[in-house]
């Protein structure tokens, strides 16, 4: 029987959606992991550390030393931030692990949490889990603007603030002045800000700032990230919480109970690729950027009114204009008549009927896949509304 914190979050909807597409041979644009693989480089780097013997057993808690030294050092050089590789670094089983393992570590039962929604599924399910609870903050289309005012009124009381940015589902980069109204908010409510940055190096349009970076931010922020995104590797899961030793600690504490230490030979190779990783991840944004255009560009082609994502994987469309009226019975009949698959955003909301026509395509594709998804939907017209 499942415990009644669980009860209400299900199946994920990523598994109903892959499972889906599994059955009707359909494109995948709902789960967003790429159809390529990631640097060469970084591959070799993977085959030379399965050779090396120790990198095959237990690695430390806090993960590879070489990883949580590569981890500070890329706080530093890309970002100023001053991170103690040894007691402010805690590598994890992707980000994901990274934000369970923060809510485990830092709430107490009865704590309030504030989200920003449309949010990453896992925040609801692993606050849950804390025995705490969310106050949602609502960001609404066809822009996604943040309302500071709402922001500040969720905040009265409560224990910890979740920000993601670049943004999933709706890929906005928050910009200074949101950045700096959120910190204000933090800091007049004395919260511990818990940032989740995996697709910090995916930025199209406008600038990735780390609010870690901003006046008395760094003191009270744990910074969540991971080579799963930047590295097109979401396969490894290999993640990392940084900041202020007493929040790592807190995550460190839970961690160790949860899976310890694993994925070896892939912190070593991480380490490598974040040493160099500029020069890695700037092919791959050009080529996420562009397929962002192709698939936009097709949204719209197919009737659909798009949101353009400044950030990250996914591109947000709005079914209203086809007619339709409920993104989810939409999204289920989709695989069937048209042999696409895509995530109703509404999956992401506390309040459902926010995001009620909206759908969320993934576009970490190779473009021959994305025209084809195009090409169908297209020649669908009416037939998927």
């Given at each position: 029987?499942?415990?009644?914190?669980?009860?209400?979050?299900?199946?994920?909807?990523?598994?109903?959606?892959s499972a889906l597409a599994a059955r009707t041979n359909a494109i995948n644009l709902?789960?967003?992991?790429?159809?390529?693989?990631?640097?060469?480089?970084?591959?070799?780097?993977?085959?030379?550390?399965?050779?090396?013997?120790?990198?095959?057993?237990?690695?430390?808690?806090?993960?590879?030393?070489?990883?949580?030294?590569?981890?500070?050092?890329?706080?530093?050089?890309?970002?100023?931030?001053?991170?103690?590789?040894?007691?402010?670094?805690?590598?994890?089983?992707?980000?994901?692990?990274?934000?369970?393992?923060?809510?485990?570590?830092?709430?107490?039962?009865?704590?309030?949490?504030?989200?920003?929604?449309?949010?990453?599924?896992?925040?609801?399910?692993?606050?849950?889990?804390?025995?705490?609870?969310?106050?949602?903050?609502?960001?609404?289309?066809?822009?996604?603007?943040?309302?500071?005012?709402?922001?500040?009124?969720?905040?009265?009381?409560?224990?910890?603030?979740?920000?993601?940015?670049?943004?999933?589902?709706?890929?906005?980069?928050?910009?200074?002045?949101?950045?700096?109204?959120?910190?204000?908010?933090?800091?007049?409510?004395?919260?511990?800000?818990?940032?989740?940055?995996?697709?910090?190096?995916?930025?199209?349009?406008?600038?990735?700032?780390?609010?870690?970076?901003?006046?008395?931010?760094?003191?009270?922020?744990?910074?969540?990230?991971?080579?799963?995104?930047?590295?097109?590797?979401?396969?490894?899961?290999?993640?990392?919480?940084?900041?202020?030793?007493?929040?790592?600690?807190?995550?460190?504490?839970?961690?160790?109970?949860?899976?310890?230490?694993?994925?070896?030979?892939?912190?070593?190779?991480?380490?490598?690729?974040?040493?160099?990783?500029?020069?890695?991840?700037?092919?791959?944004?050009?080529?996420?950027?562009?397929?962002?255009?192709?698939?936009?560009?097709?949204?719209?082609?197919?009737?659909?009114?798009?949101?353009?994502?400044?950030?990250?994987?996914?591109?947000?469309a709005d079914i209203a204009a086809l007619g339709a009226t409920d993104a989810r019975?939409?999204?289920?009949?989709?695989?069937?008549?048209?042999?696409?698959?895509?995530?109703?955003?509404?999956?992401?909301?506390?309040?459902?009927?926010?995001?009620?026509?909206?759908?969320?395509?993934?576009?970490?594709?190779?473009?021959?896949?994305?025209?084809?998804?195009?090409?169908?939907?297209?020649?669908?017209?009416?037939?998927?509304?």
């Open positions: 029987m499942i415990a009644s914190r669980l009860r209400p979050f299900g199946t994920t909807i990523f598994t109903e959606m709902g789960q967003g992991f790429p159809d390529t693989d990631g640097p060469p480089e970084i591959l070799t780097a993977v085959e030379s550390a399965l050779h090396s013997g120790a990198a095959n057993q237990y690695a430390p808690l806090a993960g590879v030393p070489d990883l949580c030294a590569a981890i500070a050092e890329h706080q530093r050089r890309r970002y100023g931030l001053d991170v103690d590789a040894q007691d402010g670094v805690q590598v994890t089983f992707g980000a994901t692990e990274a934000i369970a393992a923060t809510m485990l570590g830092l709430l107490e039962a009865g704590d309030e949490v504030v989200v920003l929604e449309p949010f990453y599924d896992s925040y609801a399910a692993t606050i849950a889990m804390a025995g705490a609870s969310r106050r949602l903050v609502t960001l609404r289309p066809p822009d996604f603007a943040l309302d500071l005012d709402a922001l500040a009124a969720a905040a009265r009381g409560a224990r910890m603030l979740v920000l993601n940015s670049p943004h999933n589902p709706t890929g906005r980069v928050l910009t200074r002045g949101e950045l700096e109204g959120i910190a204000r908010v933090c800091i007049d409510n004395d919260l511990v800000a818990v940032t989740d940055e995996v697709y910090e190096h995916l930025v199209f349009d406008g600038e990735h700032i780390p609010l870690a970076t901003l006046p008395q931010m760094a003191e009270r922020t744990l910074t969540i990230s991971s080579a799963g995104k930047s590295f097109s590797f979401t396969g490894w899961k290999i993640g990392w919480a940084s900041g202020p030793p007493p929040l790592v600690g807190a995550v460190r504490s839970a961690k160790q109970f949860l899976s310890f230490a694993g994925g070896t030979p892939f912190q070593h190779a991480i380490a490598a690729a974040l040493a160099d990783a500029e020069r890695h991840v700037a092919p791959l944004c050009a080529a996420l950027r562009a397929a962002r255009d192709q698939l936009c560009a097709g949204l719209r082609a197919a009737g659909l009114e798009v949101s353009i994502p400044q950030g990250g994987y996914f591109v947000n019975r939409w999204c289920r009949a989709l695989p069937d008549r048209v042999g696409v698959v895509a995530i109703p955003t509404s999956a992401f909301y506390g309040d459902a009927d926010a995001g009620r026509t909206l759908v969320r395509f993934a576009f970490c594709k190779r473009p021959e896949v994305l025209e084809e998804a195009i090409a169908r939907l297209t020649a669908a017209g009416s037939a998927v509304t």
